[in-house]
């Protein structure tokens, strides 16, 4: 089985930076440093979030219909493990990201 590539709570290399919904070149999560949450790269990185949670849903919906078909193959088994398993890192990601944005605006309310 293949090794895990999710850190849950990975730190930013500085604070406040956004986790982004892809990798380095390195394979490390990527950031955007703050002050950019406006700018085109956030946008981008919005719009892939959402994008891999509606491939999400509909990646769950053909999985729970394979799991239903008590004649599925082992191969169809197998590979809607595998797309929900792409689909769960993705979801991670997203949600690691969006609340690490949370507790941002918490500390800042906070001052």
Avoid: K
């Avoid at 394979?27 to 700018?39: F, T, V």
């Avoid at 509909?58 to 219909?65: E, R």
Wanted: aromatic content about 2%; some cysteine.
């Amino acid at each position: 089985m293949p090794e895990s590539t999710h850190r849950v709570g990975s730190q930013p290399p500085v604070p406040g930076a956004r986790r982004l919904p892809w990798q380095d070149g390195e394979g490390r999560p990527a950031y955007l440093m703050p002050g950019n949450e406006a700018g085109m790269l956030a946008r981008i990185a919005d719009s892939l979030e959402g994008a891999q949670l509606h491939d999400a849903a509909i990646v769950l919906d053909h999985s729970l219909a394979v799991l239903a078909n008590g004649g599925a193959t082992d191969h169809e088994l197998r590979f809607a493990a595998e797309r929900l398993s792409e689909c769960l890192h993705n979801a991670l990601n997203v949600a690691e990201s969006r609340g690490m944005r949370l507790h941002q605006g918490d500390n800042e309310a906070g001052d």
